[in-house]
Structure formats: C-alpha cells, structure tokens
C-alpha cells in the first residue's frame, strides 16, 4: 500500500509541476527549449533522450514547421556539449529534420535561460522541456530575468501519466529539494 501511495504522490506532484507558471499564450511562433543533462559520454545518454523525445512531441502538430528547438547545455567534459549531442540524437535517432538552434555556454539551470533569453525574444510561444521539477525551476528562472518573456510560456509535453512510473517518487523527492528556492508565487499551479 505504501508502494502504491508514494507512486500516485510522485505522478500528482510532477503532473502539478508540469501545470505551473505556464499559460495560454496567443500567436504562431513556438520556440521549444530543451535542457541538457550532465552527459560525459560521447552520445545522448538515457535522461537527455527522454529530454529530447519530450520536446519533439512538444511541438504543436500545426506549427511543425515554423518551430525552433532549442538545444541548450554546454560541454561537461572534453568532448562535444550536451545541446550538440542532443541535436544528433533528434536528428539521427528521431529523425527531425526541423529548425535547431544550440546554445552551448551553459553549466547551470540559470545559465541556461540567461543564454537562451536572445533566442526567445520573437517567439509567440515558449516550451521549456526537461523533467517536470527542472522545467518548473527554468520557468521561474526566465521569470526572474524576463517577466515579459514569461508571459509567453506555455506547457511543454513533459509529464505523461505512467511514464518513469516507478522513478517518479525520486523524482518528486529531488524535485522537493532542487524546488526549496521558489517563492509561494512560482509555485502555484496555472489556471
């Protein structure tokens, strides 16, 4: 039973995260950004594959072809950045043959928005995918640097019921501790 709990517990907070300071925003300009995972093998490792799948399934069916992904992450050993191999992999593995746009200077959540914020500023629609808690704190992050650019976010295809269903309880665990920086305000779910 306890079992049972702690995975309905971790399925509702990242469905909550997922709802969270994103709105409905008007226009036909989508931009999806993707963020990086540390990865210091030489192709996409397992977490920045699932990134990667949740932000090409992000993409709104009848914006397909104006929409920019954005890569975001920079190199976290000697070799190519996470934004680089995450664009292999969506190019080679999942075959989008979309705009992709990299943004590789950034080592932290925060770099990462303050490197993208350039990127963003034509885009009628925002879409932060990564895991829910992570794309919650990079949502309240652009809010911090760019409350006009934040008025555009709109929910990215990153929560899915069932999907790393017995991962989820860690997840929402770390979540619950990397989250422990947002005010009352960026933690409220979006009408």
Known sequence: MAG???IAWGE?????????????????????????????????N??????????IRSITADSAQGTRVIFSGGATSGGASEAQLMADY???VLEF??????EEQSATTWENITNVIPLLEDAD???IASQ????????A?????RPDLATRLVRADDYRPGEWLLVKPLLAVYGLWALRGLKADERKISP
């Not at 397992?46 to 932000?55: D, S």
């Not at 992050?141 to 640097?145: K, S, V």
Request: glycine share 8%; hydrophobic share 45%; aromatic share 8%.
């Open 4 to 6: 049972v709990a702690a």
């Open 12 to 44: 509702w907070l990242n469905w909550r995260w997922s709802r969270t300071l994103v709105g409905t925003s008007g226009g036909a300009a989508e931009t999806v950004v993707v963020l990086g995972f540390r990865n210091p093998e030489a192709t996409a």
């Open 46 to 55: 397992v977490i920045n594959r699932w990134r990667v799948r949740a932000g």
């Open 90 to 92: 969506a190019k080679s």
């Open 97 to 102: 043959d979309g705009t992709v746009l990299l």
């Open 125 to 127: 629609h925002i879409k």
């Open 132 to 139: 829910p808690a992570h794309a919650l704190k990079a949502r």
């Open 141 to 145: 992050y652009l809010r911090r640097q």
